[in-house]
Structures are given as C-alpha cells and as structure tokens.
C-alpha cells in the first residue's frame, strides 16, 4: 500500500531508532489455563515466541511480562528479561507496568505470547513503518481478510484510511459490499500486534475503557475514541496463534515441517 503523508496526524512523540518487544504472558486463561508453558516440540510455547521476537533485526531486548513466576523462569531461560507484573485490565497494561520508567527504548512491540509461529519480518515491518511516521503514537498491522474468515466475530476486520490510519476496527464485516459480485479487495484483517512510542503507550493506559470498545470488546478502540491516531502497516506473513489445546498439535505439524525444509 502506497502511504501518503502523515504530517497531519496528531503528534505523540518521536521514535529515535531503540526498539524492544514485550510478551505480556499470564498464568490465568478461561478457555486455557496456564498457555504459555504448554509443551510444543519438547519445549514451552513462551520460549518459542521469546525467540521468534529476538530473531527480529529490529529489536535489541525481549522482555516477558507476568504474574507467574513459572513463567518468568521459563522466558529467562529461553534468553529473555522477566518482569513481574500484578494483576492487570489487560495484555497493554502489563506491558506498561513491564516498560514505563524503565529507560533504553523508544518504541515497544507488543507481542501476543500465543504465536509460537510468530514472524520476526512483520515485527521488523512494524519497526520500520513506525520509523517512518514518527508523529503516530501506535502502529499495528494487517493482512488480506479471506472470504472464509468475512463473517467470523473472533476474526478482526480493519478499515483504514488513504494515508494508513485506523478508521475503524470491527468484528462485523467491514467495509460493507452494496453491489453483489465486489471483490474481497478492500477486506482487512487485523492482527494483534502493536507498536507503541513511550508517550503514545503512556497516553493510551491512561484512558478509561471506551463506549465502543466495551461494545466490541477491542481495545484499540479506545485510542480511536479518543482522538489517537493508529497506523495499520501491511504484515508480511499471517499471523497464527494458539487458543485451545487442540491448536497445540496444528502449531507442532507446521513447526515440524519447517524444520525439515
């Protein structure tokens, strides 16, 4: 997608060039309890996400952010920095508690600690797209949405404006076709991953839960609602996450066929 420019949109501060990734990653999970030490290859899911995130060119730390301390041993061990959090609202929360006075970052990924398969290209494509736009306060990426996934309420649809920013993210199917026979063209799925610069994360966590994100259940509608401006960045590879055990074993058959490519 060709971006015009976005001088206009509302300042929140300059990225300098120091990037890391936090993985917000709690024990507690109503469909799932205790995710991210479930077993995938022998190992935990949260070393296999630490080390997709490390591998991005983009990022100089990876940090997990939790409330177990099973965790926390299991992201050191894999090579990242644990910081534990208390009880938090949400996955931006405990990644603010993690990263806010801390100093040796201009922008934070936060990284979802459910994708084992994570693509260390789309954090780098995230990084370098918030480069470029450094008065946007939070970027966040998306992919071509397919027809099987148009009507699917857990499959988030994102419309953006001519320049990249958010317009809206839903979980109907946006933007509505009038004419019968349309392309799937304009479709967008959203993935849940997001860049914050340090006055943008520090604003966002400050707002009170939105009308429409109550009503959605989307977080990032609260930025929306309040005036933030979101860049949406075309990812590079889909994004795969694991929501119920049984996800587990299609997760092991792909990590299985790339390694024996």
């Known amino acids: 997608m060709q971006l015009r420019s976005l001088g206009s949109v509302h300042g929140m501060g300059k990225f300098n060039g120091t990037a890391i990734a936090v993985i917000p990653a709690r024990w507690a999970s109503t469909r799932f309890p205790g995710k991210p030490l479930a077993e995938i290859a022998g190992e935990p899911m949260i070393a296999h996400v630490v080390r997709r995130a490390a591998a991005a060119r983009t990022i100089t730390e990876v940090i997990v952010a939790t409330d177990d301390r099973r965790i926390a041993e299991a992201s050191v061990a894999a090579g990242a920095v644990a910081v534990m959090t208390g009880d938090c609202p949400s996955g931006t929360d405990r990644v603010a508690e993690a990263v806010i006075g801390r100093s040796g970052w201009d922008l934070v990924v936060n990284v979802q600690g459910d994708e084992p398969m994570l693509?260390?290209?789309?954090?780098?494509?995230?990084?370098?797209?918030?480069?470029?736009?450094?008065?946007?306060?939070?970027?966040?990426?998306?992919?071509?949405?397919?027809?099987?996934?148009?009507?699917?309420?857990?499959?988030?649809?994102?419309?953006?404006?001519?320049?990249?920013?958010?317009?809206y993210f839903s979980r109907s199917a946006i933007p509505f076709r009038r004419e019968t026979g349309q392309t799937q063209e304009?479709?967008?799925?959203?993935?849940?991953?997001?860049?914050?610069?340090?006055?943008?994360?520090?604003?966002?966590?400050?707002?009170?839960?939105?009308?429409?994100?109550?009503?959605?259940?989307?977080?990032?509608?609260?930025?929306?609602?309040?005036?933030?401006?979101?860049?949406?960045?075309?990812?590079?590879?889909?994004?795969?996450?694991?929501?119920?055990?049984?996800?587990?074993?299609?997760?092991?058959?792909?990590?299985?066929?790339?390694m024996k490519e």
């Open 119 to 167: 693509s260390a290209r789309n954090i780098d494509a995230l990084v370098e797209g918030m480069v470029l736009a450094p008065q946007v306060g939070i970027g966040t990426l998306c992919r071509p949405l397919s027809a099987e996934r148009h009507d699917d309420p857990n499959s988030v649809k994102v419309v953006r404006a001519l320049d990249g920013r958010a317009l």
């Open 186 to 258: 304009s479709a967008l799925l959203h993935l849940g991953i997001y860049a914050f610069t340090r006055l943008g994360l520090e604003t966002f966590v400050g707002l009170e839960p939105s009308p429409l994100e109550k009503m959605e259940s989307l977080e990032q509608l609260r930025a929306l609602e309040n005036g933030m401006d979101i860049l949406v960045l075309d990812a590079i590879d889909d994004a795969i996450g694991v929501d119920t055990p049984q996800d587990l074993q299609r997760v092991e058959r792909m990590l299985a066929m790339q």
